[in-house]
Structure formats: structure tokens, C-alpha cells
């Protein structure tokens, strides 16, 4: 009942479908970022490659796989707590193998070896094509460990299983250089690289011709993005690709501010299927801490983006990232902050506390914030920011806007939910006209209430 079913295997995958793991059953558990999530269906492509198949219950499971994120040290306590569960069942199957996979494998490496008795792989993010050799001597009892980060895999080649929903994921580019001091991620998954632009194109054809709907073109920094055979950037990318599937609603994540061209926020505006929301981190409202933090911009260099952005694309969303707390943040700094949030209006933010980690240019500058600094100056940001995007989201009452249904809402099984192009989630009830409607199509829906994080509204007739 738990087993879920594999698409067609494609060509590459059925050369290796006849090899090991036959019938044994994987599952794979994905915490972290949304190229975490990307990284686990191109996992199970190589699995299921190997004969695998992919199961979303551990009780079913002679594999389990945890795909990790190391970005903040709580992100990393949850794994070892998860590990600790486990521990119960590993001692009703035994012979169950147990995998760390992702950014906290590549930073712990060894260390996590044996952990709590149960990790018996370790595997970082470009070494995935080795998951299938390195579990199956798992099972003969050796201790696997692969951490080699790669100057050019991209699993280009392979395609990932997607599992749910009419909405898909593209890698389009791995690594990041851009060393921002407080960051792990350039340790963790290694230098930029980009794939070929062609073959981009080519799986958004193909997920519209499958039933996909929307797709989000990933990367740690895409605006860096480089097709290695010369054909163009990131700006280049995204008008081919909406060329390419006229009626995909595209989106991309995430931008460095530093990185955001005039030609880049030029070409958005010039596609109708390229959504107009744009994720720019920001980090800090402070020109000290953002230059302690090397982000390359100043808070005015950042405002003449937006800027940029508001009079080209009309309507366009915003929302950014903002680390509070970090290495030698004054009171004055944190007023900054605030006042950046006052002053862009975003539609939405996500807030974290400074968590130093090890190897970043910033753990050796210390972490002198104390903590009930951090969760003060944390509450303040996230106070002011639902305030600002109740306010935004108030103005959405009595517009009609165009939904594009991703399937009954979480909260009550009885509405329906999807998001406006701008990424705002709308509610509406199921009743009436929408019966008719299925998941995928875009309807119009008239805003009647709003909260800070969804809009609810009727179908508009
Ligand atoms: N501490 C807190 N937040 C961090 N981020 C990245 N590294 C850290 C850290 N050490 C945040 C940044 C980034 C987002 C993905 O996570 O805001 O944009
Ligand atoms: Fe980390 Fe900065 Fe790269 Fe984003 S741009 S992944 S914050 S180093």
C-alpha cells in the first residue's frame, strides 16, 4: 500500500535495471533545501536503476536513506535525533542499511560512521552514482564511506523520479563560489557548475509533455549560471526555456543580488510564463555586517535592484533571507534591518539566527551575539515581517487572481489549494463549478479573506 509506483524507466535506466538490488525497497528521507529534494529523486533514479524500489514506509524498507542539510547547527541536531530512532528499527531488521547522504555527510565525513551503532554510508553530494556499489557492501557488512566533491558532475544524464505533484524541480547548476563568510554550502557542495543549456530545455519539454505544470530552475546561485559550451547565461536560459514550454509557469530559485543583471530582471518582464517573484536574499540591513558577511553589495547597491526590479516587472513579489545575530551585530545594525524591511515591503521573509560553522571564514571571528539577543532581535524581524505581509496580503481582498491547483489544502481536505504566479497560496472551497476543476488547471479565484501567509477566496465564474 506504501510502495509507490515507478514511472516508465527511461532508456539509461533500464540498461541497469537487471543488476543488484532487485526487489529490495528504498526509502529516503529529505531534509533541507529544495535542491535536497531535487537530489533525492535523482537518488532514486539510480537506485531504482539498480532495481530498487522506492517505498515511503521504513517499515517496508530494507534501505533507509537520510538526505541532510548542514546550514545551521539545529538542521543538524534533528538528523542526530532522527539516527537515534532509528536505532529501534534496526533492531527489528537488522539487516537494514542505514545512509547519510547530503551536505552534512560531506562536512562530518568519517565522524559519522558507526554513529549510534547505525550509519553504515556516508555519501556527499556528488558521489551518488556510487550509492548502489557502496550499499550493496553494506549489506555484506563493510563500512562505506564517498565524499569527493566533483568539478563537473551535475547527473545530467539522469532523470530524476518525480514522485508528486504537477509541479517539478530542475537542477540547473551545482556548487556555489561565492563564499559568503557565514555559509557552509561552498564546503559542503563544492565549486560552481553549470549544465548545458540544451538539455535543460529539453526536460522542461519533456515534464510538460508529462503533465508537469510549473517548474522551479534551481541552483544555490543560478544567476551565475554559465552554459559550458558557451550558449548563454542564466538570462538566456530562462528565455529559452520559456519559449521552449510556452504554458509552464517557470520559476527559478535563488538569486544573488550581486549577480542580478539589468538584462536578467529585462528578460522576466518579456516572458508572460515566467513568474513574476523573485527570492533575493538580503541578509542584513547593515552595510558593516553585510560587508563582514562578503556579500559584494551595499544596502543602496541592494535598493537600486529592487528598484530596477518594481519598474520593469510590475507586480513582482519579493522575498529574501535574513540571518539575525551574526559576528558583532550591534543594536544599530539590527535598526538597519528593520528599517530594510520597512523599507522594501517584502511579500515575505525567512528569518534565522546566526549559527556559526566550523571551516567558514566567520567561525574564527566568534559568535558574540548572545542568544536571547538573537531570538529578541529574531522575534522583532518576524513580527514586523507578518505584519507587512498581512498588510500586502489585505490588498489582494476582492481581486481575482489566476490559481494554478496543486490539490486539496493541507489544512482541510475539503478546499482546494494552489498559488497565484506571484507564490502566494490560495485556499478555496471545492464546491460547485470547481468540482469540475482537477489539479493542474489554472482557474480564477476571488480573494475574499487574507492572513499573512495564504489568501483565501470562491471561484470567480
Ligand atoms: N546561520 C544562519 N543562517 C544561515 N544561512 C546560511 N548560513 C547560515 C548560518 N550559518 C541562511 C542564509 C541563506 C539561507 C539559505 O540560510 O540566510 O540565504
Ligand atoms: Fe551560501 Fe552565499 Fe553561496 Fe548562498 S551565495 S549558498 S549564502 S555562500
Redesign the pocket.
Known amino acids: 500500500m506504501h510502495t509507490l509506483e515507478l514511472p516508465v524507466l527511461t532508456e539509461q535506466q533500464q540498461l541497469l535495471s537487471s543488476a543488484d538490488g532487485a526487489g529490495r525497497a528504498l526509502y529516503v528521507e529529505t531534509y533541507g533545501c529544495q535542491m535536497n529534494l531535487n537530489d533525492t529523486e535523482i537518488v532514486q533514479a539510480i537506485m531504482a536503476g539498480q532495481g530498487y524500489r522506492l517505498t515511503t514506509s521504513i517499515e517496508d524498507a530494507d534501505v533507509v536513506l537520510l538526505n541532510t542539510c548542514a546550514i545551521r547547527d539545529n538542521a543538524e541536531r534533528k538528523i542526530h535525533e532522527r539516527l537515534k530512532h532509528l536505532r529501534y528499527w534496526r533492531k527489528r531488521k537488522p539487516q537494514m542499511v542505514v545512509g547519510v547522504l547530503g551536505c552534512m555527510a560531506e562536512r562530518l565525513r568519517s565522524s559519522l560512521l558507526g554513529e549510534q551503532g547505525l550509519v553504515d554510508i556516508v555519501v556527499g553530494p556528488d558521489e551518488y552514482r556510487r550509492l548502489p556499489e557502496l550499499v550493496e557492501r553494506a549489506f555484506e557488512g563493510e563500512l562505506g564511506i564517498a565524499v569527493k566533491l566533483s568539478r563537473v558532475e551535475t547527473y545530467d544524464d539522469i532523470t530524476p523520479i518525480r514522485t508528486q505533484g504537477i509541479s517539478a524541480w530542475i537542477s540547473i547548476m551545482r556548487g556555489?563560489d561565492?563564499?559568503?563568510t557565514f555559509?557552509v554550502?561552498?564546503f559542503t557542495r563544492g565549486r560552481e557548475r553549470s549544465r548545458p543549456l540544451a538539455s535543460i530545455v529539453r526536460e522542461a519539454e519533456n515534464l510538460w509533455e508529462q503533465g508537469f505544470r510549473e517548474v522551479t530552475l534551481l541552483g544555490?546561485?543560478v544567476n551565475s549560471y554559465r552554459d559550458p559550451g558557451g550558449a548563454g547565461d542564466f538570462a538566456d536560459l530562462l528565455a529559452a526555456v520559456a519559449t521552449a514550454v510556452p504554458h509552464m509557469r517557470i520559476r527559478y530559485t535563488?538569486s544573488?543580488p550581486y549577480d542580478m543583471s539589468d538584462r536578467l530582471i529585462e528578460t522576466m518582464a518579456a516572458y508572460a510564463n515566467i513568474c513574476p517573484y523573485i527570492h533575493l536574499?538580503v541578509q542584513s540591513g547593515s552595510n558593516r555586517i553585510l560587508q563582514l558577511m562578503n556579500r559584494h553589495y551595499t544596502v543602496e547597491q541592494y535598493l537600486g535592484r529592487i528598484e530596477k526590479i518594481r519598474a520593469t516587472i510590475p507586480g513582482c513579489a519579493l522575498s529574501t533571507d535574513i540571518i539575525v545575530g551574526f559576528c558583532t551585530e550591534t543594536d544599530e545594525d539590527h535598526q538597519q534591518t528593520l528599517e530594510l524591511l520597512r523599507t522594501v515591503r517584502y511579500d515575505g521573509a525567512y528569518m534565522f539566527k546566526y549559527s556559526p560553522r566550523e571551516n567558514t571564514k566567520a567561525w574564527k571571528m566568534g559568535d558574540d551575539v548572545p542568544d536571547h539577543v538573537k531570538s529578541q532581535r529574531l522575534d522583532e524581524i518576524i513580527q514586523l515581517q507578518n505584519r507587512i505581509s498581512w498588510e500586502i496580503n489585505q490588498t489582494e481582498i476582492g481581486r481575482t487572481v489566476e490559481v494554478l491547483v496543486e490539490g486539496p489544502s493541507k489544512r482541510d481536505s475539503t478546499q482546494w489549494q494552489g498559488r497565484t504566479d506571484t507564490n502566494k497560496v490560495v485556499v478555496f472551497p471545492h464546491i460547485g463549478a470547481t468540482a469540475g476543476y482537477i489539479v493542474g488547471d489554472v482557474v480564477k479565484v476571488r480573494i475574499e479573506r487574507a492572513t499573512s501567509a495564504t489568501l483565501l477566496g470562491c471561484i470567480a465564474e
Do not use: I, S
Open positions: 556555489c561565492k563564499f559568503c555559509c554550502v561552498p544555490q546561485n535563488t544573488h536574499p
